[in-house]
T-cell receptor, first 113, second 110 residues
Framework: DGGITQSPKYLFRKEGQNVTLSCEQNLNHDAMYWYRQDPGQGLRLIYYSQIVNDFQKGDIAEGYSVSREKKESFPLTVTSAQKNPTAFYLC????????????FGSGTQLSVL | SQKIEQNSEALNIQEGKTATLTCNYTNYSPAYLQWYRQDPGRGPVFLLLIRENEKEKRKERLKVTFDTTLKQSLFHITASQPADSATYLCAADSNYQLIWGAGTKLIIKP
């Protein structure tokens, strides 16, 4: 079945540690996105990529980094510079680069130990 | 600043009735609006997209309207069922990104 796979489902980060969230899609979609969801707030865009080897910052990119070495993969690293990383992280993709009809993964809940 | 607002209070509806959710936007005019469903601990699932030149769009029991005068989109679920209980998110395009509402929790009571 085609879809987006995020792993792990739950992740714990220690102080000063970098952690990487995985996102893989087999939908052959060009565009991929990382969002952060906090309780009571709308989704906020961290990074997006419209093509391999290219990505753009979203509204809240500080403390995060990404790579897009393959069309299928768009991992997100939460660095120690992100002081408030506890949130639900969602990866998404779309067939075109128009932000229309996004397909989402099942999310990763990141918590700080 | 550009904003998308949805009712933060949960909406309780009796099974079989029509549920209507509201999405208001301020300080700009989006070219389209999208509605998604999100279940607890899961990612959102796309439901419908409506463009500014479309007044209404339907998909099975779902209907979306787009009123550019009122700066509002309404999302209707007819003949509601307990399985329709979820949080519904509204998103609008803005400068090559999406602005998301915080969502409205819909509870359908049997």
């Amino acid at each position: 079945d085609g879809g987006i796979t995020q792993s792990p489902k739950y992740l714990f980060r220690k102080e000063g540690q970098n952690v990487t969230l995985s996102c893989e899609q087999n939908l052959n979609h060009d565009a991929m996105y990382w969002y952060r969801q906090d309780p009571g707030q709308g989704l906020r865009l961290i990074y997006y990529s419209q093509i391999v080897n290219d990505f753009q910052k979203g509204d809240i990119a500080e403390g995060y980094s990404v790579s897009r070495e393959k069309k299928e993969s768009f991992p997100l690293t939460v660095t120690s510079a992100q002081k408030n990383p506890t949130a639900f992280y969602l990866c998404a993709s779309s067939i075109r680069t128009t932000n229309e009809k996004l397909f989402f993964g099942s999310g990763t809940q990141l918590s700080v130990l | 600043s550009q904003k998308i607002e949805q009712n933060s209070e949960a909406l309780n509806i009796q099974e079989g009735k029509t549920a209507t959710l509201t999405c208001n936007y301020t300080n700009y005019s989006p070219a389209y609006l999208q509605w998604y469903r999100q279940d607890p601990g899961r990612g959102p699932v796309f439901l419908l997209l409506i463009r500014e030149n479309e007044k209404e769009k339907r998909k099975e029991r779902l209907k979306v309207t787009f009123d550019t005068t009122l700066k509002q989109s309404l999302f209707h679920i007819t003949a509601s069922q307990p399985a329709d209980s979820a949080t519904y998110l509204c998103a609008a395009d803005s400068n090559y990104q999406l602005i998301w509402g915080a969502g409205t929790k819909l509870i359908i009571k049997p």
